[in-house]
């Protein structure tokens, strides 16, 4: 067994480059690939968790360029569609979660898989508030991988409390909620909000817009 010993220095000196966020990356990913214009992301992470994230959202047909100093992801101009392989997830529940409420909304058939250990990974509490949205969602045993998304069909909104707080099922609703269709007034568009961990996708009322994000410009998120 080799030993490596530190001597002790009065003043340390250089420079240093964390890795981006990998909760914050795979969420950069998605939202840009939603888009339909360029976006740069700056900071990304680089494992492997969130690379899986990264080429599923060109085989959604996505195009994606990465350099030394950043991710330039840019969305298809006439949405994302449905990939002719299934999408692996590896071993990121993160990625496989978040996908299911994104993937609610995107027509086509979509097959997301995991390796050994992901597909024995409950993913009921991301189903089930999308199954009351109105998302077709089978799973093994009914909730674990493979995951089948049958997207495109017209989602509702909902009223729905969380029962245990979780980041990758409140943003898997969110996701879901772009395509469902909301009242927008003037000054703002009514979307999905929170309030002490209760989430809400508001039904249409008046003036119907479909609620939607894009970036029109080049943007730069920096992680």
């Not at 530190?6 to 909760?23: F, H, I, M, T």
């Not at 994606?64 to 330039?72: A, F, I, P, S, Y």
């Not at 099922?169 to 209760?198: D, F, H, I, T, Y």
Request: proline content about 5%; charged content about 20%.
């Amino acid at each position: 067994m080799s030993e490596i010993k530190v001597n002790q220095v009065e003043v340390l000196r250089g420079a240093l480059r964390v890795p981006g966020d990998k909760s914050a990356s795979h969420r950069a990913l998605l939202i840009s690939a939603l888009s339909d214009g360029m976006n740069r992301i700056c900071g990304l992470s680089n494992g492997d968790d969130v690379i899986r994230t990264m080429k599923i959202v060109e085989q959604l047909g996505a195009q994606v360029l990465r350099t030394d100093e950043m991710v330039v992801v840019t969305g298809p101009k006439d949405g994302l569609r449905q990939s002719g392989d299934p999408l692996d997830c590896g071993n990121s529940g993160t990625a496989m979660r978040l996908l299911i409420g994104l993937l609610s909304g995107v027509r086509g058939n979509h097959l997301i898989v995991g390796d050994e250990s992901l597909s024995k990974r409950p993913m009921r509490r991301v189903i089930e508030p999308l199954a009351s949205m109105g998302a077709a969602i089978e799973a093994r045993e009914g909730e674990h991988a493979p995951i089948r998304v049958a997207g495109g069909s017209q989602l509702s909104g909902i009223d729905y409390e969380v029962p245990t707080p979780s980041a990758q099922v409140k943003s898997a609703v969110l996701l879901a909620g772009l395509k469902v269709w909301v009242a927008v007034s003037r000054s703002s568009q009514v979307g999905p909000k929170r309030e002490n961990g209760k989430y809400q996708v508001i039904p249409p009322k008046q003036h119907f817009l479909p609620f939607s994000v894009q970036f029109t410009r080049t943007r730069v998120l920096a992680l």
